[in-house]
């Protein structure tokens, strides 16, 4: 089975750091939301649905440890703790909205103890629809594989940024499942390396053949025909199919047209967000310039250089050959299709 | 003045160890050939026409160390540190024709001394021609540039790339020379990271502006419009404009022209190889795993992951919208244009 990065343990989110990835496994155990709140932020769990479970999970936390002893104060101050959980990071989709759920079934509920009882319900379930949403989203997606598929991925979106399971990786291993020959070539995926620390490690944990490149590698990868199919995950899908994902993925879409080469997006519904018509209204984190001048804490540039480090960037939907989900495939007109699949 | 990497002194190649920048400036004393070989193998001195004047020094170290008192003995003995040096690293073209060079030094003298005293002044001539080249190549590029400019830039073509002033960097450096208002974003160029390491730091040593991205940002850089043209140097550039760089430079390409941004290559002619038809004849160097796993030693990624590491991709003329030399700018179409060049 593939890992499972979230568990809920003896009242405890028990949360894997992937900041330690690969060369330590170290199991955290959280006990209250700023302790998730900081893991999101610091990116000890990362992945937009990852961080949708955690936050929920957060809120969780919140409603289990609150003094509370009428609904309208506990509903205060969970109110209060998804707005801390939702500030951490702005542009995954799933964070707020697995929140929002949860909130929601707090404030249902007809006494305290029942409210206590939904919100962790609710996080359960969130935990448990993403896994078997991956499932469903990977086998939507056979008909898309070639019998013999060499993918291209950027970034991680596996079993580490999801539930269990993943979207991108999740297709893989649902066709690897059915039988068919996979590989997967993973980009490093700079500033923060989450194909090298983590696409890797889950793949080879799983057994799946895969092959390290840096990013600016993918283009002669592409040039030479060595891959049949790009997959990568989202952070925010548009409601026109533009979708925000991991720096870099922008590069990867233009070359991936260049080549012939179609270019997939994996994600569950909860990432789609049809409040914005465009994906120009998607707001882009920045982050710390250490990411780029000191990665790992070894410092490889001037310290008084300037750095731009916005964390996503916005593939247009014209690129995207298809947007795969738990409830099916979407393809252009994205306007229309993600409408339907979204009623 | 910008940074010279290569100095003669008192008999030794005083080198700038390329490897400890930017935390520590450490000069080598190199006293015989070997060491050379060992400096470009290592990546101590980079860069295409650097490596080339450090090879040639290579050989004269290797005629002033030489105890052969008869020029037949002497011969023998250079050819094979010429062999030697040439084999340290295969991509780039000035390595070859720099050594080369100056072993005909040798060849051409009547005794033993004569052609020790030919060997390091062909190499002085060899390191002296570079610098001026550069100079005039950055003259001939100012046509090219606004007269407010940011370029965006790959790897490191500066002076430490060179035996001074640069190529990509030089054209830089003329523009600012010339009253024009400059900037630069450098790309962290993965796996060995020459744009956060080198180019930043020499350019913020001459107070040119500087911003660091990483490779993946580009393309949502060009895709704003923030900026107004790619220069990038070149290792081996084939009969037909065909162009090998460092790894990540075909993305850039491909990118700049999505965005309508011209491309530039900017080599002194030491680098065109009139003897290659076309760039798939380029011998690309593969370099360790390492160089991607473990960067600065410290590992990124499961130890028994493949990894491909290609040095150094091959951008196809059509993409080019100028080379640059000391000569001239070349225009397409590049086969007539560089053999008139060759001339």
Redesign the interface.
């Known amino acids: 089975m593939s890992i499972e990065p979230l568990a809920w343990e003896g009242g405890r989110l028990r949360l894997l750091d992937q900041t330690q990835l690969?060369?330590d496994e170290v199991w955290l155990e959280l006990t209250d939301h700023t302790q998730v709140a900081e893991a999101i932020n610091s990116m000890r769990v990362r992945g937009a649905p990852a961080i949708g479970v955690a936050g929920a999970f957060g809120l969780a936390l919140a409603a289990l440890t609150s003094e509370a002893t009428d609904c309208e104060t506990l509903l205060r101050e969970l109110r209060r703790a998804a707005e801390e959980l939702i500030a951490t990071r702005p542009t995954g989709a799933n964070l707020s909205w697995a929140v929002k759920r949860t909130l929601a079934a707090a404030e249902d509920a007809s006494d305290v103890e029942s409210a206590r009882t939904s919100v962790l319900r609710e996080a359960q379930a969130i935990q448990r629809e993403d896994i078997e949403g991956n499932r469903a989203l990977g086998r939507h997606a056979l008909e898309l594989v070639p019998e013999r598929a060499t993918f291209l991925t950027?970034c991680n979106a596996g079993a580490l940024a999801t539930a269990g399971y993943g979207t991108a990786l999740g297709i893989v291993r649902a066709a690897a499942e059915a039988g068919k020959q996979v590989s997967v070539?993973a980009t490093?995926?700079?500033?923060l390396?989450q194909g090298?620390?983590l696409t890797?490690?889950e793949l080879?944990r799983d057994g799946i053949?895969?092959?390290?490149?840096?990013?600016?590698?993918?283009?002669?990868?592409l040039?030479r025909g060595a891959t049949d199919l790009v997959v990568v995950g989202a952070d925010r899908i548009a409601a026109n199919g533009d979708t925000a994902n991991?720096?870099?993925?922008?590069?990867v879409a233009?070359?991936a047209r260049?080549h012939g080469v179609p270019f997939y997006v994996a994600a569950p519904t909860s990432t789609i967000d049809m409040t914005l018509l465009t994906g120009d209204s998607i707001v882009i984190e920045e982050r710390a310039a250490e990411e780029?001048?000191a990665?790992?804490g070894?410092?490889?540039?001037?310290p008084?250089?300037?750095?731009?480090?916005?964390a996503f960037?916005?593939t247009p939907h014209e690129l995207i050959a298809a947007i795969i989900t738990e409830r099916g495939i979407a393809r252009p007109p994205y306007a229309s299709a993600l409408s339907e699949m979204m009623r």
């Open positions: 690969p060369n950027h070539v490093e995926t700079r500033p390396s090298a620390r890797a490690w080879l053949e895969c092959t390290l490149i840096v990013d600016g590698a993918v283009g002669p990868l040039r991991k720096i870099g993925t922008y590069n233009v070359l260049e780029v001048t990665p790992g070894r410092r490889i540039a001037p008084d250089v300037d750095v731009a480090n916005p960037d916005v």
